[in-house]
């Protein structure tokens, strides 16, 4: 948790005369913290040792004087308030004294329930300020906040909170870690004010070598060290005390912020800017773990419950510009069950139906999770092997038939029903460079497997000549 603030306001009283010190001490006594200063040059050491919400000085001092005092606040800490004591005012002395920035003045011998008077006026003024300072930056927070509900990409929804928060704190460098929930097993990663060359190797160390776990921080919290700190110093990479915000999501998004502080800690207004950034980052992942929910079930085969042909149109444009993008192949299997019809024929086609889904779970087990596998219609389903090239889609394919011509499916009364299957298998860009004649010369590869005998894999290879 973050810690709690004293905010009892700092009051520094200069007066050369211990007398003046000690009749300010007793008036203030309870209402401020006072620290009493027998010249200006003292007081100008407090200040630099602790900031002060407001100075009370005499005029006439040995050394500096109160006017120089006041133009050394005025210059050095422009936030803490100012009074003038003098024995001597005059309408002019006055009038200068305000003009260069004092916030009132007082005519020795001074009253104590006058100086408190004034105290207290210029601290209820100067609370009044900052409140009102407060709300316009919750205002502006909140209006920036609209971005995090617009965003219905989670994974982009870190970046973008990771960029709100560095914005309100008036931050330059952070990252954002997260779980990519429609990716199993793997994790993401978003730099802001880190040299390209430093952003490389940090991907590499967080998403390979020396992983972070994403669920270790449970509540916002600023830290010197983190696994993240020893993580990034390891690669020669400092990156000082910390905010770390968690940010998850109803289900299973998850991720953490890191803001990197600079010259200044963290104030209690930019902690609570960061929490109400945070929460509203934690309404939109919810938000968008609902509509990955509603977008995955238009894509979702309602029997075999794998993708259907709608997401696999989409996924393999997506993989295609990928493969171009990192120079890697890309392997389209299309699978095609053998006689199918004569099992719905003697089973009954809810028997079929289950068959059908117990083939996709079989299909599933052979190829990786970051591979795709969809029902194309009826009986033909369709795998991408991405990072994959033809020879190593061959071998996929013929584990995949064997597999399939391995296993026995069960029909109607516990009878079994063996399966199998035919599997043409195309690569890009070996074979084809657009999505739709991709799937053309796989679905061609497929018949010429089925003209062959059946239960056999065919290369688009064997098309050409």
């Known amino acids: 948790m973050v810690d709690e603030v004293d905010t009892q306001a700092r009051v520094v009283v200069v007066d050369d005369s211990r007398l003046i010190r000690e009749i300010a001490r007793d008036a203030l006594a309870g209402r401020v913290a006072v620290e009493c200063c027998e010249s200006a040059e003292i007081a100008l050491e407090a200040l630099a040792r602790e900031p002060a919400d407001l100075v009370i000085s005499d005029l006439e001092m040995p050394g500096l004087t109160g006017i120089d005092l006041l133009e050394r606040v005025r210059r050095e800490h422009p936030g803490t308030e100012f009074v003038l004591l003098t024995a001597n005012a005059t309408v002019e002395s006055a009038i200068g004294a305000l003009r260069m920035g004092a916030a009132d003045y007082l005519i020795k011998p001074i009253q104590p329930d006058a100086l408190a008077l004034v105290v207290d006026r210029i601290l209820a003024q100067r609370a009044l300020v900052a409140e009102n300072v407060r709300l316009r930056d919750t205002l502006t927070t909140l209006e920036s906040c609209r971005t995090l509900m617009l965003c219905l990409d989670a994974s982009e929804l870190y970046a973008v909170a990771l960029d709100l928060m560095l914005h309100s704190l008036e931050r330059t460098r952070g990252l954002a870690l997260f779980r990519r929930g429609a990716i199993p097993l793997t994790d993401g990663v978003s730099f802001r004010g880190f040299a390209e060359a430093d952003a490389n190797r940090i991907r590499d160390t967080l998403l390979g070598a020396k992983p972070i776990d994403i669920d270790s921080v449970q509540a916002m919290v600023v830290v010197e060290e983190t696994e993240l700190h020893g993580a990034l110093r390891s690669i020669g990479i400092e ?13 299973i998004e998850a991720g953490l912020l890191w803001i990197c502080r600079d010259e200044r800690g ?43 042909a709608r997401f696999l149109l989409q996924a393999t444009e997506r993989e295609i510009q990928r493969s171009e993008r990192y120079g890697k192949e890309l392997c389209v299997l299309f699978l095609d069950l053998d006689r199918f019809k004569l099992v719905n024929d003697e089973h009954g086609h809810l028997v079929g139906s289950e068959v059908l ?16 596998l969809a029902r194309y219609g009826g009986d033909e389903f369709t795998i991408l092997l991405v990072d994959t090239d033809i020879q190593a889609g061959m071998a996929i394919a013929e584990r995949i038939r064997r597999t399939v011509a391995e296993t026995v499916f069960e029909g109607a009364r516990g009878a079994p029903v063996r399966l199998t299957i035919s599997i043409g298998v195309a690569a890009h860009p070996l074979h084809a460079r657009d999505r739709d004649r991709l799937l053309d010369v796989a679905d061609k590869a497929m018949y010429r497997a089925k003209s062959l005998g059946r239960n056999c894999c065919c290369s688009a290879a064997e098309l050409e000549g």
């Open 239 to 251: 990156i000082g005390q910390t905010l770390v915000v968690p940010l998850r999501g109803r289900e």
């Open 266 to 308: 963290f104030s209690p207004a930019e902690i609570e800017r960061a929490e109400m950034i945070a929460g509203h980052a934690q309404l939109a992942l919810a938000n968008a773990e609902r509509y990955s929910h509603a977008k995955e079930r238009a894509f979702i085969d309602d029997v075999t419950e794998v993708y259907n």
């Open 357 to 372: 889904r117990r083939l996709s779970r079989v299909l599933q087990e052979c190829i990786r999770q970051v591979d795709t």
